[in-house]
């Protein structure tokens, strides 16, 4: 089993910046790949991005440039630095952490909202 909790989610102005915070406890050693989904208001989870154990990164497009996610395998974390945020990045992220059986587990999310 793995728990992961998020945080640092909250309210910004658009172009404005937060930095979310994944908590991983747990059965770790069994988790290849962490990333972040989000879901705004009456669409699907998206994935946002992702990283492996040798911390390569992947984004979705919407935020190439300017958002940065990074693992801190020490201290079991993971963050997201969203910067120049946009309303349309208004959802609420999840954390999520995959293993090598393919298991995906998830957080209960954080909301964010950016405002024009």
């Known amino acids: 089993q793995v728990q992961l909790v998020e945080s640092g989610g909250g309210l910004v102005q658009t172009g404005g910046s937060l930095r979310l915070s994944c908590a991983a406890s747990g059965f770790l050693s069994s988790v290849t790949v962490m990333g972040w989904y989000r879901q705004a208001p009456g669409k699907e989870r998206e994935w946002v991005a992702s990283v492996g154990g040798r911390s390569s990164a992947n984004y979705v497009d919407s935020v190439k440039g300017r958002f940065t996610i990074s693992r801190e395998n020490a201290k079991n974390t993971m963050s997201l630095q969203m910067n120049s945020l946009k309303s349309e990045d208004t959802a609420v992220y999840y954390c999520?952490?995959?293993?090598?059986?393919?298991?995906?587990?998830w957080g209960k999310g954080t909301l964010v909202t950016v405002s024009s």
């Open positions: 999520n952490a995959e293993t090598t059986r393919g298991v995906k587990y």
